[in-house]
């Protein structure tokens, strides 16, 4: 019985893919970004969408979604990480993933805090100049119509 509660309970929470490091097999459309730059994204109600950055956590790399943004207009699936390779050293990619909710625009920051302790604060000079945000304006436009009456 104990097992059957445990399951029942967990369920949900698989099926919504929340939380970090719960494995999404689809990143629906990617955005790459990068530090210092803005893109803009464009979705619609429903679409899942990927926020994506390159990521180095070898060389102190360490993204994180600075806020989640307004849930009318999207919302936060998880975050993901995919490496470039097996050999210590590679590089990857971090991808935040959301789904596009209801008409309207949100902005989505992610930080990329170069190594930071636990406290995700630069500790020197360096690590501050290394540090920086990945702006993405997305808007979710409202689906087109067919032209075709109730289609």
């Known amino acids: 019985?104990?097992?059957?509660?445990?399951?029942?309970?967990?369920?949900?929470?698989?099926?919504?893919?929340?939380?970090a490091g719960s494995w999404v097999s689809d990143y629906g459309k990617v955005a790459k970004g990068a530090?210092?730059?803005?893109?803009?994204?464009?979705?619609?109600?429903?679409?899942?969408?990927?926020?994506?950055?390159?990521?180095?956590?070898?060389?102190?790399?360490?993204?994180?979604?600075?806020?989640?943004?307004?849930?009318?207009?999207?919302?936060?699936?998880?975050e993901e990480r995919e490496s470039q390779g097996d050999a210590p050293g590679s590089?990857?990619?971090?991808?935040?993933?959301?789904?596009?909710?209801?008409?309207?625009?949100?902005?989505?920051?992610?930080y990329d805090c170069w190594r930071c302790g636990q406290d995700r604060t630069p500790a020197t000079e360096e690590s501050r100049r290394q540090s920086g945000e990945a702006v993405f304006q997305v808007t979710v436009r409202e689906r087109p119509s067919s032209g075709i009456p109730g289609g």
């Open 35 to 78: 530090k210092g730059a803005t893109v803009q994204v464009e979705v619609t109600p429903g679409q899942r969408f990927s926020l994506a950055v390159p990521e180095n956590p070898s060389v102190g790399d360490s993204w994180d979604l600075v806020a989640v943004p307004d849930t009318k207009v999207a919302s936060f699936i998880s």
């Open 1 to 19: 019985m104990r097992g059957t509660v445990a399951a029942a309970l967990l369920v949900p929470l698989l099926a919504a893919g929340c939380g």
């Open 91 to 110: 590089g990857g990619t971090a991808y935040f993933v959301f789904n596009g909710k209801h008409p309207g625009t949100a902005e989505i920051r992610l």
